[in-house]
C-alpha cells in the first residue's frame, strides 16, 4: 500500500521555525516529483512548495518564497519542508504529496497524498 506519512506540526510563536516530515513507502519515491500544500478550512488548497525527482529544482509560492524550503532524503524516502520565519497566516494543515512526473503547483495532479500536520502560529 502507498503511505505517506506527514509529521512535525505543531504551535509556535511568530518568527519561530518548525520542519515538516513526509515518510513514504509502497511507492517507487525517486521516479516521483514531490510536493507541499496547506489548506485553511474554508479556503481553497495552496501549493507552497515542489521539487522534482533529481535535479533538485524547487519552486515556490510567492507566500512563502525566501523563508520555507523543501528537501528530500533518497535514502529513506522521506521529504522535509523546512519552515522559518512563520507567520499567524502560515496556520494551515499540511499536506504532502507525489506526482509521478515533473513538479506542479496544481494539487489536482498529484498521484498520492498524505493525511496532514497542523500547523499554528500564534502571534
Known amino acids: 500500500d502507498v503511505q505517506l506519512q506527514a509529521s512535525g506540526g505543531g504551535s509556535v510563536q511568530a518568527g519561530e521555525s518548525l520542519r515538516l516530515s513526509c515518510a513514504t513507502s509502497g511507492f517507487t519515491f525517486a521516479d516521483y516529483s514531490i510536493g507541499w500544500f496547506r489548506q485553511v478550512p474554508g479556503k481553497e488548497r495552496e501549493g507552497i512548495a515542489c521539487?522534482?525527482?533529481?535535479?533538485?529544482?524547487?519552486n515556490y509560492g510567492n507566500s512563502v518564497k525566501g523563508r520555507f524550503a523543501i528537501s528530500r532524503d533518497m535514502t529513506n524516502n522521506t521529504m522535509y519542508l523546512q519552515m522559518d520565519m512563520l507567520r499567524p497566516e502560515d496556520t494551515a494543515v499540511y499536506y504532502c504529496?507525489?506526482?509521478?512526473?515533473?513538479?506542479?503547483?496544481?494539487?489536482?495532479?498529484?498521484?498520492?497524498w498524505g493525511q496532514g500536520t497542523l500547523v499554528t502560529v500564534s502571534s
Open positions: 504529496a507525489a506526482r509521478r512526473g515533473w513538479p506542479r503547483a496544481n494539487g489536482d495532479e498529484y498521484n498520492f
Open positions: 521539487i522534482g525527482k533529481t535535479d533538485g529544482r524547487s
